[in-house]
């Protein structure tokens, strides 16, 4: 592993990042069957995460799904079966081998917990976008729906209530061909995480559901490795 501190605007600094190294970046090639980055491939992948604008966002995704599959380890009945990151996601055929998806999700995953199993789209709001840019990602599901795409939950990780209420209101009067639920970041107690009763389904009038119980609303996970996983 390596690591770096970015600096804070106003001063002082953020706490350590950790970021394979060269060793680390070919011990996870091996495991996937991939040629070894090169030396220089790594360091250049290093500097541009510590240098990246969108930083917070990555941490943001990444804490989301590391915090799932935290909660499976302590409870034998739960695992993250499955995390692509959003540049897994973007691969031709990731989600249909003849498939030309429109969407790019921040992460997809599957969940299981207690003999069931929910797949999802997952995306990070840092409540810095337009509403209006949120719309038009559900447009995109469901331009993906259409395509033949699968029709799992599309999770909305907002940061405040405020913002997840307004939301709703907004697509309150559109026809979603794609199930949509939402969880506000600011309501959540510190034992709490994405798989704990937290989303509220777009259109649903009732209370907040567990992450499992959303699958109920979306098309099955899938059970086979057709789809080659990370």
């Known amino acids: 592993m390596d690591r770096f501190r970015p600096l804070r605007a106003g001063g002082g600094s953020y706490p350590w ?31 541009r995460i510590a240098t990246s604008r969108t930083l917070d966002h990555l941490l943001g995704v990444n804490q989301f799904f590391t915090d799932l599959a935290g909660w499976g380890r302590t409870r034998p009945l739960s695992r993250l079966e499955r995390w692509w990151p959003e540049q897994r996601c973007a691969e031709p055929g990731a989600f249909g081998k003849t498939l030309i998806s429109p969407v790019r999700p921040d992460g997809h995953g599957i969940f299981a917990e207690g003999g069931q199993r929910v797949a999802f789209f997952f995306e990070f709001d840092t409540g810095f976008e337009q509403h209006s840019v949120l719309l ?40 979603l061909a794609i199930p949509v639920a939402t969880a506000a970041r600011d ?44």
């Open 136 to 175: 038009s990602k559900v447009s995109r599901y469901a331009a993906h729906v259409s395509k033949g795409g699968p029709a799992w939950p599309v999770l909305f990780w907002l940061p405040t209530g405020a913002r997840e209420r307004r939301l709703h209101e907004l697509l309150a009067g559109i026809r």
């Open 17 to 47: 990042h950790y970021v394979l190294d060269q060793i680390g970046a070919e011990i996870v090639a091996a495991g996937r069957e991939q040629t070894a980055p090169r030396p220089g491939h790594t360091t250049e992948r290093k500097r």
């Open 187 to 230: 309501g959540l107690n510190t034992k709490s995480c994405a798989a704990a009763a937290v989303w509220l389904v777009v259109g649903g009038s009732d209370a907040p559901r567990r992450l499992i119980d959303l699958a109920d609303i979306g098309d099955p996970a899938p059970e086979d490795e057709s789809v080659r996983a990370l």
